[in-house]
């Protein structure tokens, strides 16, 4: 008996989603030490001080199942943000949500439309519930939102946006998104997938609140993985108008988001230092790999995230495989469609000197361009 042939048509088209290398495993395999992983986006400060304080008061609690509908984060959510408790869903991350978008608004044959080189799970939720996949040519690695509008149909169910864009750093204005939206019939939904938004300039932010009130059929999706250092327990939420909420909480599985996450969650969303001290480090340190670059003749896609995505020119895997041996963990994308590029987190100084050297290292960089 071959399984295969009993599961989902789309099913059968996937591959296992590939996480980045851990560290772990790379000790195990080439019994190396003192690493430093800039493959997965995580927090270079660790998890947060304030998180580990509302974990600690929490453990004495974990027989009890935890509050199935997050009445405390997400009234710290409506306060911080200025929403209504109605308006949120609570996810085991923004994956999470995702597949809950995918499941309670599209089904087989109907149309999902995202971009070229966006992150790879939209693809995955939609083939695995077989929908129709209507990946749009990139434009300069990004959305090419006049072709989404072109694409779409009587079918098209649901949009996915990521903005700023992994794994490409691509980043759309508000302007821009108000435009496009402005165009969208009221009965596609689009999800403005907003993982990485904190690390955005305050000053060129997406007010997508904003955008929220005048389109219904918006809904913007953000995690607590990234900025807020809190990847290992997985939270996010998502924040649409009542209606469309209360349909996500229908499908949402009950207890989907632990004790320690919601506490945690609660604790980090108060601690606006913390979130800045990381954001400042990102926009320092990314000036630093933006000069690196330059200095040495290479090629990359100009990032708003928390990661910058190198083009080598030549393929990517075997210099992966070179900076694995000199202790640095980096990200091949040649899933997404780029297999000349490799996708690098933006880690604390200490981390990213080592990453330069290495690199010069295995690419022989001794001079500059």
Not at 129 to 134: C, D, G, R, S
Not at 164 to 177: D, S, V, W
Not at 269 to 292: I, P, S, T, W
Request: aromatic share 10%.
């Amino acid at each position: 008996m071959q399984y295969i042939n009993v599961a989902n048509q789309g099913v059968k088209s996937l591959s296992p989603y590939q996480a980045g290398k851990p560290i772990e495993e790379l000790e195990r395999e080439l019994g190396i030490t003192d690493i430093v992983k800039l493959a997965s986006n995580e927090n270079p400060f660790g998890f947060p001080e304030s998180a580990k304080k509302a974990i600690q008061a929490q453990l004495d609690h974990l027989t009890r199942y935890p509050d199935a509908n997050g009445f405390e984060l997400k009234a710290t959510i409506a306060k911080k943000f200025g929403v209504q408790p109605n308006q949120i869903t609570l996810g085991n991350g923004s994956n999470d949500l995702l597949e809950l978008f995918a499941h309670t608004f599209a089904a087989e044959h109907d149309e999902v439309i995202y971009s070229q080189y966006a992150f790879i799970v939209y693809p995955l939720v939609t083939k695995a519930i077989n929908a129709v996949a209507k990946e749009i040519p990139a434009k300069d690695w990004g959305h090419d939102l006049n072709g989404f509008l072109t694409a779409l149909s009587d079918k098209t169910k649901l949009i996915f946006i990521a903005n700023p864009n992994n794994p490409t750093g691509n980043f759309l204005t508000e302007a821009e998104l108000d435009a496009f939206l402005a165009k969208v019939p009221e009965n596609v939904i689009v999800v403005l997938d907003e993982a990485y938004t904190e690390f955005t300039h305050p000053s060129e932010r997406v007010n997508s609140f904003a955008l929220l009130e005048k389109y219904p059929n918006l809904i913007v999706s953000r995690s607590l993985s990234k900025a807020y250092g809190l990847a290992g327990l997985r939270i996010g939420y998502a924040v649409s108008n009542p209606e469309i909420a209360d349909l996500l909480n229908r499908v949402r599985q009950p207890f989907n988001c632990n004790s320690l996450a919601l506490t945690s969650a609660i604790a980090v969303m108060n601690d606006d230092a913390f979130v800045e001290k990381v954001a400042e480090n990102n926009r320092q340190e990314m000036k630093r790999y933006e000069a690196f670059c330059q200095q040495y003749g290479l090629d990359f896609i100009p990032s708003k995230g928390n990661f910058i995505t190198i083009d080598f020119k030549q393929p990517a895997v075997p210099i992966y495989d070179a900076l694995l041996r000199e202790g640095v963990i980096v990200r091949p994308i040649a899933g997404y469609g780029m297999p000349n590029h490799l996708r690098i987190s933006i880690g604390l100084p200490q981390e990213n000197n080592k990453f330069f050297t290495a690199l010069k290292k295995v690419l022989n960089l001794g001079n500059e361009k």
